[in-house]
């Protein structure tokens, strides 16, 4: 009897909620967003049973390429929109603003037994492009480096490629592991490998960096100070070189639900899911470009 | 009068009869074309939607470049080559293992265990067969890797050794399965003939008993090997993924199988990124179809020398 009225409840609730629901949003684009905006959306519609929201993932360039259709109210992206796809957006009238709803910072780690701290953006490059194959090239023991890194289904892998490699190809000998929690079994199990992951995945469950593993210091360039991205503070400001914004378009200046739900994910709550979803808020100049966009 | 009514129902009967043996051998008749409908369908379909991606591209680009790396911002490439030499290099490893253990224990289950232990051994190789590859591959990565890493000094254990042994374990429950029930029904007459002629068991075994199971043998070790070329989730997971040419067998490497299961998600359809996994798809299919060819050969022959 109980379950049976829950079970009723449910129904009920889900058909009011459909029928009453004057807004419906649809989201699509980054698999490295979709987490964070799938959560989002479900606290959002907790305090607005009137909206629905439809998130769904396939990659920056496809949500990119359904908000220029106009089949989307907003995309997600892991990446800014490229010129080629401003000028298809103006020819199909579709104005695009842009919106910062996170930072993510991508930590190179190494094994916590390998005597090097500190690597420039251009070091690191070379390493993954298989240009560096000896630690002792860049500071370290004498040394092979075993290179791990993402399938190239993922947007890390790409942004790493872009930014990192300089768009050049990653070395043919890099290990294309599964996941981030893949590389870093990897690198805590070999001496002399090098990956890249997200900041949220180098921690154990009590927040520190986990056993055997070292997040390594990066410096923009050679005249530069390294930096930890383990202080959220260096990611924020862009100071660590290695961070994307995550971001979010629309078409036309965003107003009524769309605008309200984009005012929720900027909003102190929002920024809060942000963080424990284990990317950063927004802040310094990402701020002013959300100014931009009404926020 | 009750005469020619009896005749004319049991005619009647008969042609009914006679239409149902029809019916049901059309049946049956369907249900065997359907697995031939089924495969010319699978190859069709693999070559039409390939086809684009090799006229594009070129035989010469598919079979002898070296590099495959269709997202590349410099130069898009497309070289079979590599993931070819992983596939053929971790199935042979596979099978040195899997052949010489499978034979042997299946030897062993059959003429050499009292009926006790056969009765446990037996099931406990098929259980085998029932472990999910993903599982399998979990154990590469977490037990195999870090002990062959110690075993051969390299820095990390996610080579072509490692998925040759995880693709042997796969593979012994076929191999000693079938070999066993091939030598366990050698005639007893054969054996104690040439125990009759003053050979040894060890003998007997080698020159009588395995010669005369030798087609059930082949068989086992061409289904065992068919199940390595295919295997996916396992290789994936336990041999690093690294595209490059191997140049030995501590190298990582990445299948044929591996590489499609990656790529397929994020290639938007239609694109040549996308038939030309097809295309690996399709050469894959012929390697495997070759492999059973020769098998049936093998088998054929053998059966008409044992006749």
Known sequence: MFKKSIVLTLTAVFLVGNVFAQDFIQVKGSDTLINLVQRLAEVYMEYHPNTAIAVTGGGSGVGIASLIANRVQIADASRPMKAKEKTAAKENGVVPYEIVVGIDGISVIVNGDLAVNDLTVEEIGQIFRGNVTNWKEVGGPDLMISLYGRQANSGTYVFFQEHVLAKKDYSQRMKRMNGNAQIVEGIIADKSGIGYVGVGYVYDDKGNVRDGLKVLNVAPDANSEPVTPLVAENVKSGKYPISRALFQYINGMPKGAVKDFITFELGPEGQKIVEEMSFYPVAGEYSENNKKAGF | ?307
């Open chain 2, 1 to 307: 009068m009750a005469k020619p009514d009896s005749i004319t129902i049991s005619i009647r009967k008969q042609a009914w009869l006679q239409l149902k043996e029809k019916l049901i051998e059309q049946f049956f008749f369907v249900h065997g074309l359907l697995a031939v409908i089924v495969l010319i369908g699978i190859f069709s379909l693999l070559f039409i939607e390939g086809f684009p991606a090799l006229r594009e591209i070129g035989l010469k680009e598919f079979f002898l470049s070296k590099h495959w790396d269709p997202t590349s911002f410099e130069r898009e490439s497309y070289g079979l080559l590599s993931m070819l030499v992983s596939t053929l290099m971790v199935t042979l490893g596979a099978m040195l293992i899997a052949v010489p253990v499978g034979i042997g224990t299946a030897a062993y289950i059959a003429e050499v265990a009292n009926p006790k232990v056969r009765e446990v051994v037996k099931p406990v190789i098929e259980i085998l067969a029932g472990i999910p590859s993903v599982v399998v591959g979990f154990l590469g990565i977490i037990v195999m890797g870090p002990l062959l890493a110690k075993l051969f000094g390299t820095s990390n254990g996610l080579n072509a050794v490692n998925g040759s042994i995880l693709l042997a374990v796969m593979s012994l429950p076929t191999i000693v399965s079938i070999s066993e029930d091939a030598i366990i029904s050698v005639p007893q007459d054969f054996k104690n003939a040439s125990l009759a002629l003053g050979a040894t068991r060890w003998q007997t075994l080698i020159h009588v008993t395995l010669p005369a199971a030798m087609s059930g043998v082949v068989a086992s070790v061409m289904l065992g090997m068919g199940r390595a070329i295919g295997e996916t989730m396992t290789v994936l997971m336990a041999t690093g993924n690294a595209p490059a040419i191997p140049g030995s067998f501590l190298d990582s490497i990445r299948t044929m199988t591996a590489t499609i299961a990656i790529e397929l998600g994020e290639t938007v359809q239609g694109s040549i990124h996308y038939r030309s996994l097809f295309v690996i798809a399709f050469v894959l299919f012929i390697m495997t179809f070759l492999v059973n060819l020769v098998s049936d050969l093998v088998l054929e022959k053998y059966q008409k020398v044992n006749r």
